[in-house]
């Protein structure tokens, strides 16, 4: 569904990533990118999704050269990008925010609308409350569910559980396992244990470089990755 080949990225005179490939396959459930802050994963998403152009290489999804597309034409093609920052509409209440991340899929709204609020029943309790005034455990589940109104193919989800209290985080590591029953999900996250017990392949980016690559289980029983991500 997505090929990544060779590609560099800069911000401004700034190298982040170095002519980096991976894939994301058909099927696919969760794809974990994993390393240290800095190291070019959310600069990888922001590619995927069109806020950010590669300086070289290619990024091909769903057979579609996705360095010609806009950020709005890559969500209409089946990819959605759930910022680590949220970007909730938090003057708009739940519903609305709701209603924003339907834009695409207009005709479908309410069918979608009510296989979120099953998945998240706290956003069908606080429908009417500005977004804004959530908990930080509701505005990732808004945050997330706002995502899943546009009906993507793959989710890419950037630290979900971030600041966030361990029951809460694993509520939503809970959630992301039933998401990926039905779409694949690229999976950003510090928890690195967790992440990679989702996950059926999983990258390990050090450097703006992939490191190491495989599967969730095998990362898990790397030395390097527990000794720099694992220990204590």
Not at 29 to 36: C, D, F, N
Not at 148 to 171: F, K, T
């Amino acid at each position: 569904m997505i090929t990544v080949e060779d590609i560099s990225v800069h911000y401004g005179d700034l190298q982040v990533l170095w002519d980096l490939s991976l894939e994301i396959r058909e099927n696919d459930s969760v794809v974990a990118i994993v390393g240290p802050n800095g190291a070019g994963k959310t600069t990888l998403l922001k590619s995927m999704s069109g806020v950010l152009r590669p300086t070289s290489g290619s990024i091909e999804l769903f057979g579609r050269d996705a360095t010609t597309l806009s950020p709005s034409k890559i969500v209409e093609e089946g990819f959605v990008h759930v910022s680590e920052k949220r970007n909730l509409f938090n003057d708009l209440t739940v519903y609305e925010n709701l209603k924003m991340g339907a834009y695409t899929e207009r005709d479908q709204f309410r069918a979608t609308f009510e296989e979120v609020i099953d998945m998240f029943p706290v956003l069908d309790e606080r429908r009417d409350q500005k977004a804004g005034t959530l908990s930080g455990g509701e505005q990732q589940m808004l945050a997330i569910g706002r995502g899943l109104m546009a009906h993507p193919d793959i989710l890419a989800l950037d630290e979900p559980s971030g600041a966030l209290a361990p029951q809460l985080a694993e509520r939503v590591f809970a959630k992301i396992e039933e998401i990926s029953e039905n779409t694949t999900v690229i999976l950003i996250e510090q928890h690195v244990d967790r992440a990679l017990d989702l996950s059926d392949r999983a990258y390990l980016f050090e450097n703006g470089r992939i490191a190491t690559e495989g599967s969730g289980a095998d990362l898990l029983e790397s030395d390097h990755v527990k000794e720099s991500y694992l220990s204590g």
